[in-house]
Structure formats: C-alpha cells, structure tokens
C-alpha cells in the first residue's frame, strides 16, 4: 500500500507542477518588479478554465494521498 501511494504522489506532484507552469498570467520578472500594469479582472475560458480546475482537483488530491502516506 505504502509503494502505491508513494508512486503515486510521485505521479501527482510532477502532473500539478506541470499544470501550474501552463498558468501563464503575463508572467515574467518584469510583472513582479512592477512592471506589466494592465492587470484586468477576466473570466476565465476554454483550456485556461480546464487547466485552473484540474490544478484543483490535483492539490486536493496531492493533499489527500499526503495525509494518507503520513496516517499508513
């Protein structure tokens, strides 16, 4: 049980960090030294809305096997 769950928070953590790198929001170093000042609220659509929602459910999930891993 021990190596399932350990194969698959492995499996979790690489596909949540894969989807939060595909989180682009005008990104970059000159967002966060200030620049890039058009920020505007937005709705999201189509694969953003698909990717922010699985992001989700994989925190969830990364969380739960976590929790699990820690109790087995």
């Known amino acids: 049980m021990q190596?399932?769950?350990?194969?698959?928070?492995v499996v979790i953590s690489i596909a949540?960090?894969?989807?939060?790198?595909?989180q682009n929001k005008?990104?970059?170093l000159s967002a966060?030294?200030?620049g890039g000042g058009?920020?505007?609220q937005t709705t999201r659509r189509g694969?953003?809305?698909v990717i922010f929602n699985a992001t989700i459910v994989l925190?969830?999930?990364f969380l739960?096997?976590?929790?699990?891993?820690?109790?087995i």
């Open 47 to 49: 694969a953003e809305k």
């Open 26 to 28: 005008d990104g970059g």
């Open 3 to 9: 190596t399932f769950l350990l194969i698959s928070q």
């Open 16 to 22: 949540l960090t894969a989807l939060i790198l595909m």
């Open 64 to 71: 739960v096997n976590a929790f699990a891993f820690v109790l």
């Open 32 to 34: 966060v030294m200030g």
């Open 59 to 61: 925190s969830v999930l």
């Open 38 to 40: 058009d920020s505007f």
